[in-house]
């Protein structure tokens, strides 16, 4: 080639290239428009979360909000900087915007204008603390918790919380773990009972052995029962207890991660149906005390929440799930990039 | 033997040299090979800048992963550089090796269009992406040495670091621009990278050539480990190469010095890009000037002093109370650091290796120098968890004395001509 050729197609290359650097930059930016969201709201696209994924709309929580419609919290998983923070949504249009609060938690739950977070904390962050906040997201006070959390809980007016923790292992579904699980009265800090040192009984009688592992409490309306599941071996029962006699009573067998329903008069829980690991969730009928399969085909291992009194909702690999509480119907999927779900109802 | 050729490459220097204002004389080759790096840097510097964040934020990739995952690749392409090198050698191809390392990195960047979020083809493209870079680098300084009088050697490769440099400052302001114009939105910075390799390639491929005289003549035989080991062998080489590897033991990290730097000198961590900005645009005012001066009193000297100046950094990551009027004089002296270090070690080994073996010599001078600062760059790690950040600095600053002193007398008794040293 001459150098006047050279020149030439140099020239060529440099304006198609910076011609369709220009182009594409502009396509960009007029697509940005033209989806362009609220102020305040962040969209996170589709395109970075996986083939045919649906983009989320974000935005910064600052109180949870509830008058005039319910809200659903939980922690949110989003795959970018915003994963494993609390956030909120309108329970009912959650995929319509998420508000993300500034706190992380491995778990949560809410209830009464008061939340539980349990999250890393302590020395260098080396342990877990437990979160007591408001409406607003503000900590109010946090107290240490040994061990992996697993299961956290308020009670319906937001005076008392329940904590489970693995001390040992950090799974349900093999045999070899031990758990904590204490109940704290949420105003002052103080623990109020710590399960394994309060007294069972079954028909009557007293019932204890030293393999018991306590885990899932679910808190009724008087700030006085509570149900929670009961481990020994391989057998598990369902226990009613009061905190003021300081009292657990085992009420039936094979229940675990008890969720008691909005009008009290049902139990959600996961139950063992095959081999180790293959929970499925079911509804135990307080007066007639039958259990009902719910709708389902793959194993869950979560504590339910009543999304009302007709509709349970549960999380599975970060799919939140809901599904009808009288056993029929099928699951549908709520939410994604989610799990740890709270109802927040409108009072 | 080497005299002859020296004498032959002095006077088709002379004839290539190109008159630019001011008094800098260097070769067109030069500034061509300049204006490629400087439109590939564009290009490679605005997806390394935002790799992390595209990686982290996006694709939800710890860092700490990413970190590891690119220093075994640092490792792997030491052979693939050493190769390409040799082969450009043996077949006086230099031009045809060199668009094959730029080639692929550009590539790469329609690659990221493509792949989605696949972690796993994003860390192929990457390792693609450097294995361009280990192709061409070697090549193409062999081009710059071919094509200057050896007198002149280190303000050729100033000049041609300044204009890398210059793309190493435009990259990533022009991604972080694009970044701050479509938040969260990665593909435009892909394309336009793309589009700035593709103008660099065109520069090479159009107006960049091989010495005829090399082509023509007769292939050397096939690479084999001994004929690397006889390029070590030639003294001088060898003395260079333990001069440029000790002091590269002693140096830490980019990554380091930046974050020890944040911390000392009480920057915000959003501000960290600016630091690197700034370290960039001092290396290339300063590439030029620190050449010419290396070919006037002496590249050993220069490259001794680069060093020098890099304790001074040290010494800034460790004073109690820096001030921000002192943290802008480390900036300066880290960018004079490199300035008067990169092209001029290239330099030096340009001068004293054979012309038919300098792509093949510079690529090993790389490897050693760049597996150097890799187990620097480990050890200063465990440094830091060991004995604390303080501690571990002072350590490297103690090695860097040692390995200036025992890099200057290497280079003085045994490297240099006296005329250089």
């Known amino acids: 080639m001459r150098k006047r050729t050279r020149l030439a197609v140099l020239a060529a290359v440099i304006a198609a290239c910076v011609g369709a650097a220009v182009v594409y930059v502009g396509l960009s930016v007029a697509r940005s428009h033209k989806s362009s969201p609220p102020a305040g709201v962040h969209v996170v696209s589709g395109a970075t979360l996986g083939r045919g994924a649906a983009g989320v709309r974000t935005t910064k929580a600052s109180s949870v909000d509830t008058e005039g419609d319910s809200r659903i919290l939980f922690v949110s998983m989003i795959p970018d900087r915003t994963a494993g923070s609390l956030a909120v949504a309108p329970l009912s249009d959650p995929t319509s915007l998420r508000a993300i609060a500034g706190l992380r938690c491995v778990r949560v739950y809410y209830s009464g204008g008061r939340g539980l977070c349990l999250t890393r904390g302590g020395l260098l962050n080396t342990g877990y603390v437990a ?108 226990l009613e207890g009061s905190l003021r006699d300081r009292t657990l009573k085992v009420l039936t067998e094979r229940v675990e991660c008890p969720s008691l329903s909005p009008d009290g008069k049902r139990i959600a829980f996961k139950r063992i149906v095959g081999g180790a690991g293959d929970w499925r969730l079911f509804v135990l009928d307080l007066t007639t005390m039958k259990a009902t399969r719910l709708a389902g085909d793959d194993p869950i291992d979560d504590q339910a929440e009543w999304l009302d009194d007709d509709h349970v909702v549960y999380g599975n690999d970060n799919v939140l799930w809901v599904v009808r509480a009288d056993g029929s119907g099928g699951p549908r999927k709520l939410l994604s990039y989610a799990f740890s779900p709270a109802v927040s109802r409108a009072s | 033997m080497y005299q002859v050729a020296d004498s032959q490459a002095l006077a088709r220097g002379g004839r290539a040299l190109v008159r630019r204002k001011g008094s800098v004389k260097v070769s067109a080759t030069v500034v061509l090979l300049g204006l490629t790096s400087l439109f590939t840097d564009i290009s490679s510097e605005m997806v390394t800048a935002i790799l992390p964040l595209y990686l982290v934020l996006s694709l939800g990739l710890s860092p700490l992963a990413f970190g590891v995952i690119d220093g075994i690749q640092q490792g792997a392409s030491a052979l693939v550089r050493v190769t390409a090198g040799y082969t450009a050698d043996r077949f006086g191809r230099y031009k045809e ?26 860390g192929a493209l990457v390792f693609v992406d450097r294995t361009g870079k280990g192709i061409r680098t070697a090549p193409r300084d062999a081009l710059i040495a071919l094509s200057t009088p050896k007198e002149q050697l280190g303000t050729a490769f100033g000049v041609h670091r300044a204009l890398d440099t210059a793309g190493a400052v435009i990259g990533p302001l022009l991604a972080f621009s694009l970044l701050l114009l479509l938040p969260n939105d990665f593909d435009p910075i892909f394309f336009v990278s793309f589009c700035f390799a593709l103008i660099g390639l065109a520069i090479l491929v159009l107006f960049v050539e091989n010495r005829p005289d090399r082509v023509e003549a007769e292939p050397l035989p096939p690479v084999t480990m001994r004929s690397v080991a006889r390029l070590l062998a030639v003294p001088r080489f060898g003395a260079l190469l333990v001069a440029g590897g000790v002091l590269a033991l002693a140096t830490m990290s980019d990554g380091f010095v930046y974050l020890g730097l944040q911390q000392n000198l009480d920057f915000a961590g959003r501000n960290l890009p600016l630091l690197y900005v700034a370290t960039s645009l001092v290396y290339m005012l300063l590439a030029v000037p620190a050449g010419r001066l290396a070919d006037r009193i002496g590249r050993g000297k220069v490259f001794i002093s680069g060093y020098l100046l890099l304790l001074v950094v040290y010494g800034a990551l460790v004073a109690p109370g820096v001030g921000p009027a002192a943290s802008l004089i480390v900036i300066v002296a880290f960018g004079a650091y490199y300035a008067a270090t990169d092209g001029v070690l290239t330099a030096i080994a340009s001068a004293m290796l054979p012309d038919e073996a300098r792509a093949t010599g510079l690529s090993v001078l790389v490897t050693v120098t760049s597996l150097a600062r890799l187990v620097a760059s480990i050890a200063f790690g465990a440094a830091w968890v060991l004995i604390g950040v303080d501690a571990a600095v002072v350590v490297f600053a103690g090695g860097l004395v040692v390995a200036a002193a025992l890099a200057g007398i290497v280079l003085t008794r045994y490297a240099m001509e006296p005329a250089d040293a």
């Open chain 1, 131 to 238: 979160k007591v906040f408001d409406s607003d997201f503000h900590v109010e006070r946090q107290y240490p918790v040994s061990g992996i959390p697993s299961r956290a809980r308020v009670s319906p007016d937001g005076r008392y919380g329940a904590t489970t923790t693995f001390v040992q292992g950090d799974s349900y579904s093999n045999g070899n773990f031990s758990t904590r699980t204490s109940i704290r009265d949420l105003t002052t800090g103080k623990e109020v009972a710590d399960l394994e040192k309060l007294a069972v009984t079954k028909d009557g009688r007293r019932f204890s052995n030293r393999n018991f592992n306590f885990w899932g409490v679910t808190f009724a309306e008087d700030d006085d029962r509570f149900y929670a599941s009961l481990g020994s071996g391989s057998d598990t029962y369902l």
């Open chain 2, 97 to 122: 090796v060199a668009v094959v390392g730029y080639g692929l990195s550009a590539v790469t960047r329609i690659g990221f269009l493509l792949v989605g979020r696949s972690v796993s083809l994003i």
